[in-house]
Each structure stands twice: as C-alpha cells, then as structure tokens.
C-alpha cells in the first residue's frame, strides 16, 4: 500500500483539490504583487542596514504614507554614522508620524544630520517641531554654521535706502547697517523673526545718533554706534544672536535744526506782524469811534447854541428880560 502526497491527492475529491489550487495561485500571486511593489526598496533599506521591515512598508501604504521618502530619509541618517535608532530618535514611527502631521521629513532628517556634523546639539524632536512651526530648519542650521549678514534697513522690506537720524545739534546723518546674525536654535520656536531684528537695530541707531552732541562726533567715531545699539541686548526674545553690527555709509544730510529755527523765526514774524495788524486795526476803530464822537458832540453844540435865540425870545415875552437892559448907555 502506497502513501504519499501524490496519493493523498488522488484520493481526495477534486472540488477540494480546485480549491486548494486557486488559493495557492491566489497566494502567489499577492506574494508577486508584494515583491513586485515593495521588494526593490527593502532590498534597498536591507542593504543599507535602514531597519526597516516589509509589513512597516506594507503599512505605510495603507496608511497613505511615502515608504519611499521614510526610506530615504532613514538610509541618509544610517549612513551619517550618528549612532543607533534609540541614540537619535529617528525611528520609522517617528517619520511616519512627522509625515502624517505635515512635515517635511526629509529636510528634517539632513538638518539633523548637518547638525551632527558641525557639532550641533539638535535631537530629532526639536527638529521636528521646529520644521512644524513652519522654519526652514535646515536654513536654521545652515545660518548657524555660517551667519548671514541682514541690511538695516532692508531694500527688500522697505522703500528707504538709508537710515534717517538727527543729532543734537540738529544735524541729519543718513546711515545704512550691516547686521550679522547667527540662528538660535533654542529659541527658534516662538522666537521673533527678521523684521523684529531689522527694527530694533534701526531703532537703536537713531537713538545712539540722536544721543550725540554733534553730527561731527557721530561721524568721527562711527563704532560708537555699533557698540552702544550691541549693549542693549536687541537679540533677546528673538530667533536670532547678533554677532555683530557695522555701520556700512554714513553721509551727512540736510541741517534740520537751522531749518526749524528758520520755520520757527518765520513762524514769529508772522505771528508779529498779525499782532500788528491787530493794533493797527484796533487803533483805526478807535480812531473811528473818537471822530463819531466829535462830530456828536459837534451835533450836541449845535443844537445847544439853536436853543439860545429861542429861550431869549421866551425871555423877552414873558417880560423876564427888559429893553432898558440892552440899550446903550
């Protein structure tokens, strides 16, 4: 008597014996499908020591995320020698989270890694929230190894090219600046930007220049600025730490005190000569007044001396004044 797997299908019922076929051919068929679509880039993440299985990239799919753009991004951090998953934080769930919140996984994983390179304490998690808040955290990173220099005021934030301040002595100096800035990665989130920078440092310049006795001294010692705005501390609260601050030009400008003092002086000679104007004015009424007054008064001995002739003739026929009186002796 034979036994055997042969056998054992001979003696089966053929309906089975379908079954079992489709389902192997069904089987291989998604195994196919499987190695088609996933296949290259685990042989990929295998090869690189990416650590990354083929049910994480099965799931990535269903969860609609780039298993392509994760392997990437994990190969790039193997590859940068930083150590361990557990010693970096960069992990395929991690990833696929930053993915799904928006982020841009990629730039995050080369920040990270340009960050290891220049020394850089930057974990993945400040990284990741960082590139969240909407930074550019490769930039950031990039802007600490090597600082940008930002023009006060800025040709692209703003119609005017120079700084406008005005000394004591009232004196225009017109200035341009040169900031140089590094990124301060711990304060990058919820740090002020650019603009508050720009600000700030203009505001400090016409300060120091409106401080100063004369546009002269302002002019001789141009430094004098740079390390009075540096004193006042115009980084804090910011995404940013000045280096340093250099006054690029200087030109003297318009003399505004003479030209207030003319304004004024005009101003006072006009306000003089209505003043004058005013007297003049009330002396012509007075003027006025006084001939109307004479000529009342003129009207009044008029009519006073009219009344003489008639209280003489009253006089005469009531017999109160005699002829004898008047007649010559």
Not at 97 to 116: C, D, F, Q, T
Not at 278 to 295: F, G, I, K, P, S
Request: proline share 3%; charged share 25%; with cysteine.
């Amino acid at each position: 008597m034979e036994y055997g797997f042969p056998v054992l299908l001979a003696a089966m019922d053929p309906v089975y014996l379908i079954v079992i076929g489709v389902a192997v051919a069904v089987f291989a068929a998604l195994l196919a499908l499987i190695a088609f679509m996933y296949g290259g880039i685990w042989f990929q993440a295998y090869m690189s020591s990416a650590n990354v299985s083929l049910w994480s990239l099965i799931g990535m799919s269903l969860r609609r995320v780039s298993s392509r753009m994760i392997v990437q991004a994990k190969i790039t951090a193997v590859q940068a020698r930083m150590g361990t998953e557990r010693q970096t934080g960069i992990t395929t769930q991690r990833l696929e989270a930053h993915y799904l919140a928006g982020g841009n996984v990629p730039n995050v994983v080369r920040a990270i890694v340009a960050a290891h390179r220049a020394d850089i304490d930057l974990d993945f998690d400040r990284a990741a929230a960082i590139d969240l808040a909407g930074r550019d955290v490769l930039e950031a990173v990039r802007t600490s190894v090597h600082p940008k220099v930002i023009d006060c005021p800025d040709p692209q934030r703003s119609n005017k090219p120079t700084l406008s301040a005005i000394a004591k002595n009232g004196v225009e100096l017109k200035v341009r600046a040169r900031v140089t800035v590094r990124t301060n990665l711990e304060q990058l989130i919820g740090g002020a930007t650019e603009d508050t920078i720009i600000a700030r440092v203009g505001e400090g310049i016409i300060t120091s220049i409106g401080s100063a006795v004369a546009h002269l001294e302002v002019m001789e010692n141009p430094e004098k600025i740079s390390r009075a705005v540096l004193d006042r501390g115009l980084d804090a609260q910011t995404a940013f730490e000045i280096v340093s601050i250099d006054i690029a030009d200087i030109d003297v400008g318009q003399n505004i005190g003479a030209r207030l003092q003319a304004d004024q002086a005009e101003a006072d000679t006009r306000v003089a000569r209505a003043k004058a104007e005013e007297r003049r004015a009330l002396a012509a009424a007075r003027e006025q007044e006084m001939t109307a007054q004479v000529a009342k008064n003129r009207s009044i001995l008029v009519l006073a001396e009219a009344e003489v002739p008639r209280a003489m003739a009253e006089a005469f026929r009531k017999g109160n004044m005699e002829g004898s009186a008047f007649r010559p002796k």
